[in-house]
Each structure stands twice: as structure tokens, then as C-alpha cells.
């Protein structure tokens, strides 16, 4: 059990590790501690703007896991609600939601839903869009019977 823990985390810390530095300016190096909180460049890392990548790639980090491993107990389902609410620059939100888009791509079985404004999200990614609501598309419509009942 602990050997799996353990082989479990090594796994969890080397997905994370790589889509914050590839996606958190100035990160060098980021993994969990013995809480499995995240930490940045040893703790030294306080940029504000780190916080979203920092909190969306953990949960992002989860997801490619339970992806990868039919035993890992993590819903294979993110709800992003509003990132750039956060104070986080624009570049780097759209370089964080990159990964999203990157990671999730090629892989069936999960769902990401985010929301968040029109146009912001990378250039390019529209085609990965499965649903917008803009205009009229709702979520619900009404639907307007056109005879009577139905017996």
C-alpha cells in the first residue's frame, strides 16, 4: 500500500512538475510537500500571478493522472470558474490554459468545463470547443409543445 502511495506520487509529481514549469514563468521546479500541498522553487516563489497555475495544474495534474491510471480514484471531470479573477496577467493565463487544452486533447473519458470570457482562451484552441453560450444558446431552452397532449 505504501509502496503504491509512494510510486503514486512520484507519478503525481512528475506530471506537475512539468506543466509548471513549462507554463509558470520563473518556475524551476514545483512538487508536493508530506500535506500534498504544492510548493514552487522551494517556497521561495511569490509571484500572484503563480497561484492560478499553481492551483489549476494541481487539480489538472490529478486528472492526467486518473487518466493514465485506471486506479486512481480522481473524477475525471474540472469545473474552472472564472481563472482570470484571480489577478493573473492575461499572457499567463492563456499559457496555463494552454496546458489544459494541450493535456487534454487526445484523451477521451474526461470532460473540462471552464468558464470564462469570449476570446479568452489560446489562439487556436476554438476547434477544441465543444460548446459556447453566447447570444442564444443557453444551456436550457424552453420547448414550446405544438398540439395538445399526448395520450
Known amino acids: 500500500m505504501q509502496e503504491d502511495i509512494a510510486e503514486k506520487r512520484k507519478q503525481f509529481e512528475y ?3 512539468g506543466l509548471m514549469t513549462e507554463a509558470v514563468k520563473e518556475c ?7 500535506n500534498y500541498m504544492p ?6 516563489y511569490r509571484e500572484a500571478s503563480a497561484i492560478v497555475g499553481k492551483r489549476l495544474l494541481y487539480f489538472l495534474s490529478l486528472l ?4 493514465q491510471s485506471e486506479d486512481v480514484p480522481f473524477p475525471r471531470f474540472l469545473l474552472i470558474d472564472t481563472p482570470e479573477t ?15 487544452f494541450d493535456t487534454t486533447k487526445e484523451r477521451h473519458g ?3 468545463i471552464l468558464t470564462t470570457g ?3 482562451y489560446p489562439p487556436g484552441q476554438a476547434d477544441s470547443i465543444e460548446l459556447s453560450l453566447q447570444g442564444k444558446t443557453k444551456l436550457l431552452t424552453e420547448t414550446i409543445p405544438t398540439s395538445g397532449p399526448q395520450e
Open 15 to 17: 506530471i506537475y512538475n
Open 28 to 34: 524551476k521546479r514545483a512538487w508536493i510537500d508530506t
Open 39 to 44: 510548493v514552487i522553487n522551494d517556497g521561495e
Open 64 to 67: 492526467t493522472l486518473s487518466l
Open 86 to 100: 484571480a489577478g493573473i496577467d492575461q499572457e499567463s493565463l492563456l499559457r496555463i490554459l494552454g496546458k489544459i
Open 110 to 112: 474526461c470532460q473540462v
Open 118 to 120: 469570449i476570446g479568452k
